[in-house]
């Protein structure tokens, strides 16, 4: 039976060296890992005592040592949850638990050289100083199986809601060790409750401190071949430990010490030999991620070229026809007729009008993307500046049968405007709005309300008609570059740059601009919101 305990003691021994060398080894590959070193340390803590413990070989020693080693077992669970929360990303809204967590433990730790934690040490199964607990100890084991379910459940929670891959492989790791060593390390409560149950899950312990290290030093990064080199090393380490303190002569001792002496070495230059090739991967993988981007951003580019220059050579053919082939009339002598001479000139205008427009638009695109776009701000009155556009649209409706109203609960709202660009704005949505509108009308309405920002106002410019509506399709790329609604390109005219160059000049006057549609035949509202002048 002495030989039993022996071992059980040793597996407090190895389980301390375990949780110490993995602690260092996260730590110092990445500092910002310092809590996971606090679970380590509380668990070595524990299992050193553990070890001198059950190595004991009177009452005394062995209380004190069971009341020094339940210090650091009423730090592993607040230690294992604290870190847990901050890799789940839920420290700041577990704070209270983990502040409740911590408190509780200081107050068992000062519990615990009371009879009111362990009452005392007697025989137990072939354990001769097996520890009592006493009212203080059942309840820390009650807060130790609540905050260990708790932590699951979070566990859970976190794997089934996540998109993060990584972290979904983090938790799964984290799942089996805190299953395999915490659940191993409880298995040493049943003797305390009588329970006539050896604490046989000791010996797992050693496997959390093992897979959570790995769960944060990589989930992508370590072949499997490299793991279990791994494992068989510290299983090595752990085996010869053993045979070390098991010796019973000098030399057997001085052999199983320079074999240990020579394990730890290779063992050293194993993992240092891993971690240098998990930096290298880390920096493989992060540099064909970037190459990955700088791809699809090449090819994004490419695209965008080649339907630039579609588009360009269309929209700019065009027009330029039109105009050729109509003076060319008037040029020939073919059109005579005064009358017919005037409206030919109008189709011409019109389509010069067109075509400096459209270069006006890609003007304002070039100044945008080159960051060259300047604005003359000044305090303007808003609803005077709208119903201004209104009253210069209403021909342009009243050609259309469209009833083009305006609106606003206020007189005067002061706003930061540059007048000329945001008359562009505002301009480019009424016309689109009456262009898009066959029967029916097109509303201009401005409102007030209060701002997110403390003690501030936003004026918000609604834009609704009743015409051909949105599709739910649409909608999301209405404010791209050279995105129109496809079913209507050739019946109606425009560059598709229009809803682009305004999103740039209402966010540069710090607003925002979006549409809203029940879909298409069901009409469409354009809202602008800008801040309101203090």
Not at 56 to 70: D, G, K, P, Q
Not at 149 to 167: A, C, D
Not at 481 to 486: A, G, I, L
Request: with cysteine.
């Amino acid at each position: 039976m002495e030989e039993t305990i022996r071992i059980f003691a040793l597996s407090g021994l190895f389980n301390a060296i375990i949780a110490i060398i993995f602690g260092l080894i996260v730590v110092f590959s990445n500092w910002k890992n310092w809590r996971f070193l606090l679970i380590t340390f509380a668990t070595a803590f524990w299992s050193f005592f553990y070890w001198l413990w059950l190595s004991s070989n009177n009452s005394i020693s062995a209380l004190f040592f069971v009341r020094m080693l339940s210090i650091g077992s009423t730090l592993i669970l607040p230690t294992y949850f604290h870190w847990l929360s901050s890799l789940l990303g839920i420290a700041e809204k577990q704070k209270k638990i983990i502040i409740l967590a911590y408190s509780l433990s200081i107050i068992f730790i000062v519990a615990g050289f009371s009879p009111l934690f362990i009452k005392s040490v007697k025989q137990e199964l072939f354990f001769p100083f097996w520890p009592q607990p006493g009212i203080i100890y059942t309840i820390y084991l009650v807060g130790y199986i609540a905050l260990f379910i708790y932590s699951i459940f979070q566990l859970i929670l976190n794997y089934r809601t996540t998109t993060n891959e990584v972290l979904r492989g983090r938790i799964r790791y984290i799942l089996i060790g805190s299953i395999l060593g915490l659940g191993g390390g409880a298995t040493n409560f049943f003797l305390w409750y009588g329970v006539p149950i050896p604490p046989y899950g000791n010996f797992l312990v050693a496997f959390y401190p093992i897979v959570f290290a790995y769960a944060i030093l990589k989930y992508q990064l370590f072949d499997i071949k490299i793991i279990l080199t791994q494992l068989v090393v510290f299983m090595l380490w752990g085996v010869t430990l053993v045979r070390l303190f098991l010796a019973k002569t000098l030399q057997e001792a001085l052999i199983e010490g320079g074999f240990l002496a020579f394990l730890v070495i290779f063992g050293i230059l194993l993992i240092r030999s891993v971690l240098k090739e998990v930096e290298q991967r880390e920096k493989l993988e992060v540099l064909t991620e970037n190459l990955k981007a700088a791809n699809e951003r090449l090819e994004q580019l490419n695209k965008l070229k080649s339907e630039f220059l579609s588009f360009a050579s269309h929209q700019v053919k065009s027009p330029m026809a039109i105009v050729k082939g109509y003076a060319s009339l008037i040029e020939d002598g073919t059109l005579k007729d005064p009358n017919e001479i005037k409206a030919t000139a109008g189709k011409i205008k019109q389509s010069s009008d067109r075509l400096i427009g459209l270069v006006n638009n890609f003007l304002d695109l070039r100044k945008i993307e080159e960051g060259r776009m300047e604005f003359n701000f000044e305090e303007k009155n808003l609803v005077e500046a709208v119903r201004d556009i209104v009253e210069e649209l209403k021909p342009l409706a009243q050609k259309k049968n469209l009833e083009l109203s305006f609106k606003s609960e206020k007189n005067e709202i002061k706003v930061n405007l540059d007048g000329q660009k945001f008359s562009q704005v505002i301009q480019n949505i009424i016309d689109n709005a009456i262009k898009y509108t066959e029967k029916g009308w097109v509303r201009v309405e401005i409102k007030t309300q209060k701002s997110k920002i403390k003690d501030a106002e936003e004026a918000l410019i609604t834009i609704s008609d009743s015409g051909r509506g949105i599709s739910q399709e649409l909608l999301p790329k209405l404010f791209e570059q050279f995105s129109r609604d496809s079913s209507v390109k050739k019946e109606i005219q425009g560059t598709g740059l229009g809803l682009y160059i305004a999103k740039q000049i209402v966010l540069a006057h710090k607003g925002d601009i979006w549409a809203e549609s029940e879909g298409e035949g069901k009409g469409s509202r354009f809202i602008v919101k800008l801040p309101i002048k203090c």
